[in-house]
């Protein structure tokens, strides 16, 4: 299950990062290390923005991307360019069920289908989508209930 993400090298990766001056920020070697450690409730804070998360919520992703984990989160990104690479150049079928979900008020939502046919396009054969609704980039914390909903009907687990 991929929730409300584009991935690098699948179709509406490009549209999806287009104009999301984050991601080149974060790209940059060393310096947003530099830039965010303790700014954290700054930098973090404009990404939780989106979504309907507690104050002490906040202060608890705060609290826990310290300057090692910042590191952590900042080199995924930068991995975005090889990932993009990789996934790019797959084209074998594969089986395995995918289902690709994200919130019905996300900056996503209208880039659904494009993305479950983008994955199609690289040979998966069993892709599904959904919207969570209520939710926007960030769907557990917007509306729990319905992942752990969808994460059950998928999974073959019956809420209780």
């Known amino acids: 299950m991929i929730l409300d993400v584009p991935v690098p090298g699948i179709a509406g990766w490009d549209q999806a990062v287009s104009g999301m001056w984050h991601i080149g920020f974060i790209q ?3 310096l947003p290390e ?15 923005d989106v979504a309907n998360f507690t104050s002490q919520e906040r202060v608890y992703y705060f609290d826990r991307y310290g300057a090692a984990q910042l590191h952590a ?7 975005f360019p090889a990932d993009a690479a990789w996934n790019a ?5 594969n089986a395995v069920p995918l289902t690709v979900a994200v919130g019905e008020k996300s900056f996503f939502a209208p ?3 494009t993305f479950v046919d983008g994955y199609r396009a690289k040979g998966m054969t069993h ?8 939710a926007s980039h960030y769907v557990v914390a917007d ?15 019956e809420n209780r």
């Open 28 to 30: 940059t070697p060393d």
């Open 73 to 79: 989160a900042f080199e995924i990104n930068r991995g």
């Open 127 to 134: 892709v599904e989508s959904a919207q969570i609704a209520g």
């Open 143 to 157: 509306n729990p209930e319905a992942v752990a909903d969808l994460i059950g009907q998928h999974a073959g687990i």
């Open 111 to 113: 880039m659904l289908q």
């Open 34 to 48: 530099k830039l965010v450690t303790g700014r954290q409730s700054a930098f973090l804070g404009h990404m939780l």
């Open 89 to 93: 150049a797959q084209t074998v079928p």
